[in-house]
């Protein structure tokens, strides 16, 4: 029965007073950088010699299924608040490969869950790919398919795929495109190339449905203000503001406020967010329609003190082994319908 799985609220503050007597199901859909969750084996086709027993970073069954355990931690109570049994979908960034996603799936903390996993392998040099991972309860898988990041100029430049997943939650057909852009090492116009694929696959979407339900999220190394968000991809900081084919990005409010989603060298960066089609912003009640969005920012992601308080308490700072979840705090953004 779904009251098992989902919560049931009064939504007054988005839909007024009137609304006292109706009831709506909410729905969350979340991403997050795990960074660097790599199991102990060496991988000959990959540069994941660092994440082994004899690495630099002394990367041992210990440390691995500490990684797990915190992971899965942050997982258990993502979206929680309002939706009990845990987000419909959350993509991933920085997992290595199936089996990390199947030993994250199945580790104490939300086994129950029964997370589904959708992977592909990217070509990487680093080994680092994009999942998704869902509740079977809440979403129907239909298909999913990869697009590559290719420069035919460059042949030689390899990153990750970004993965296309298309299912159904409460009957109703929604996309959900996963990236994680190139580094800030590259240079800005790789992510703007970046962009260009994602804007693509929207685009691709959008001509087969002009009200289609699209949610694009990510690690994008962007900040919303930058080119390959606010201009590639159409990203607009207000709902009033989305024509057409634009997308709406409830994060660029938090990053004007200065909040972020990681921390480098004195101030914050927003580069994890979840930008949305014109279809969720627009639809009738009685459809799928955009509620709030929220960065997952706990007390036990940060530190509390040292040289990066403040900050996201990370698996490793300068070599030393913290313990910590991710340089990254997770994202969400929750939908809803009337019952």
Known sequence: MMFRYLLLIFLLAVLGTNAQDKKYTVYGMAFYNVENLFDTVNSDDTNDEEFTPDGSYHWNEMKYENKLKNISTV???????????????????????????????????????????????????????????YNPAIFTLESHKTYPFELPEDTKYKTRDQLLVTGHISGEKVHVIVNHWPSRRAKSIRREQAAAVTRAIVDSLLNDDASAKIFVMGDFNDDPTNNSIKKVLKGKRKKSEVQND???????????????????????????????????????????????????????????????KGYPKRTHSKGIYLNGYSDHLPVITYIAKEL
């Open 246 to 308: 634009e997308m709406y990005n409830p994060y660029w409010d938090f990053y004007a406020q200065g909040i972020g989603t990681l921390g480098y060298k004195g101030s914050w960066s927003l580069f994890d967010q979840i930008l949305m089609s014109k279809g969720l912003i627009d639809a009738d009640k009685k459809e799928l329609f955009y509620w709030k969005s929220e960065i997952f920012n706990k007390d036990f992601l940060i530190n509390q003190e040292g040289q990066f």
């Open 75 to 133: 997982l258990n109570q993502l979206g929680g608040k309002y939706c009990p049994q845990g987000p419909a979908v959350v993509g991933l960034a920085e997992v290595e490969n199936r089996k990390v996603l199947e030993d994250l799936v199945a580790y104490g903390n939300i086994a129950d869950k029964n997370y589904q996993i959708v992977h592909e392998e990217s070509p990487d040099y680093r080994g680092i790919d994009v999942a998704l991972i």
